[in-house]
């Protein structure tokens, strides 16, 4: 039986899609499965499929200003330590196969692999290539594409589209409701900010509550530690959601960042959003990701200069967009779980 360790992490969206095809893997049986990733959200992801797990010490780069080149001088010695980790499962485990999904965390991992003569392939959710990629696209078989454009920018490359879990499509919105207990006629606003939560976004619906639970159950996913104390009527905070099918499945707006993996799951599912890129210390990737959909009319993007100008109204008119919906309607969105399987099963043949 082949074994095949999954890599990838920092974020949600370096996770979830590697989430999709784990459960497919484990439906046929067919091959053990292992995951290497920090104490961060991977591993709390990773966590409910019962995956063995382990564990590396892995060095972010910080991107932006004279404080992050202080803070990123010791990188060079931690990312060594972090590959010697990974080395070291990797000699343990001895996987026929190394998978991807990008994030600083998967490249100590796939250049430790490659060292030991472990094929690699990586997957690439964003428009552009994120840096750790970037940095190990030579040492991979492929890298795989969410987006048909970004194929064309790497020697390797291969569109397959963005791994989805089969779970999105079978939620219901009355199990939905259910779940959260929300029991009148009013429409669901559903809002988040990715794994570790948008301070941004939660201040500009904060600020709008009152106006926006009148018109809507809102539905807060606001990250660890950041839920407030509040007996409105209509306003569900969570640090967190495992559920997350659930929740889209009642939602009829959606208001969140421009991640990849949670764009192409709102996008598939033909929910209305409204994407808040975000800005600032990044390489814009998110800004490219929902300018990419806006420009075929298939969502709303706020910046987040004008977050918090009018938020009800802006949230309103998506709800009302026929455009937008008729546009949804007819657009095909390619779930890319299958391609991407059928590249792992031809990686591990060769």
């Given amino acids: 039986m082949h074994k095949i360790l999954f890599t990838g992490g920092?974020?949600?969206?370096?996770?979830?899609?590697?989430?999709?095809?784990i459960n497919e893997l484990l439906k046929t049986g067919k091959?053990?499965?292992?995951?290497?990733?920090?104490?961060?959200?991977?591993?709390?992801?990773?966590?409910?499929?019962?995956?063995?797990?382990?564990?590396?010490?892995?060095?972010?780069?910080?991107?932006?200003?004279?404080?992050s080149l202080a803070k990123n001088l010791s990188v060079p010695i931690a990312y060594r330590k972090a590959k010697a980790e990974a080395k070291a499962g990797l000699e343990k485990i001895k996987p026929d196969l190394v998978f991807s999904k990008g994030g600083y965390v998967a490249l100590p991992v796939v250049a430790a692999a490659h060292d030991l003569g472990i094929p690699c392939l990586t997957h690439e959710s964003d428009f552009s290539l994120g840096l750790?990629?970037?940095?190990?696209?030579k040492k991979c078989k492929k890298v795989l594409t969410a987006f048909p454009e970004t194929a064309n920018t790497v020697k390797n490359g291969k569109y397959c589209g963005a791994p989805l879990r089969a779970e999105l499509f079978t939620?219901?919105?009355?199990?939905?409701?259910?779940?959260?207990?929300?029991?009148?006629?009013?429409?669901?606003?559903?809002?988040?900010g990715g794994g570790s939560g948008s301070d941004?976004?939660?201040?500009?619906?904060?600020?709008?509550?009152?106006?926006?639970?009148?018109?809507?159950?809102?539905?807060?996913?606001?990250?660890?530690?950041?839920?407030?104390?509040?007996?409105?009527?209509?306003?569900?905070?969570?640090e967190f959601l495992n559920d997350m099918p659930l929740a889209y499945a009642c939602a009829d707006v959606v208001l969140c960042r421009a991640g990849a993996g949670a764009l192409f799951e709102i996008l598939a599912l033909k929910k209305k959003a409204i994407f808040v890129p975000l800005e600032g210390q990044t390489r814009?990737?998110?800004?490219?990701?929902?300018?990419?959909?806006?420009e075929k009319g298939l969502?709303?993007?706020?910046?987040?200069?004008?977050?918090?100008?009018?938020?009800p109204a802006v949230i309103e008119q998506t709800l009302k967009d026929d455009k937008l919906a008729a546009a949804l309607a007819v657009h095909h969105f390619h779930n890319g779980t299958k391609n991407v399987l059928f590249e792992i099963r031809n990686a591990l043949k060769k």
């Avoid at 779940?179 to 669901?188: A, C, E, L, N």
């Avoid at 159950?217 to 104390?229: A, E």
């Fill in 132 to 137: 750790a990629n970037k940095l190990m696209a």
């Fill in 200 to 238: 941004k976004i939660n201040a500009a619906v904060r600020r709008n509550v009152l106006a926006l639970t009148e018109n809507y159950n809102v539905i807060h996913v606001c990250g660890r530690g950041k839920t407030l104390i509040s007996k409105l009527n209509r306003y569900y905070q969570y």
């Fill in 10 to 21: 920092g974020s949600a969206g370096h996770v979830v899609p590697s989430v999709a095809l």
């Fill in 284 to 294: 814009g990737d998110q800004l490219q990701n929902a300018t990419y959909f806006k």
């Fill in 31 to 67: 091959a053990d499965l292992f995951y290497m990733g920090t104490d961060g959200i991977e591993k709390r992801i990773i966590s409910d499929l019962h995956l063995p797990y382990y564990e590396i010490h892995c060095p972010k780069l910080i991107r932006g200003g004279l404080l």
């Fill in 299 to 311: 969502c709303h993007v706020l910046r987040e200069q004008a977050l918090t100008d009018n938020l």
């Fill in 171 to 192: 939620a219901e919105k009355k199990d939905g409701k259910k779940r959260f207990g929300i029991t009148d006629g009013k429409p669901v606003l559903l809002v988040f």
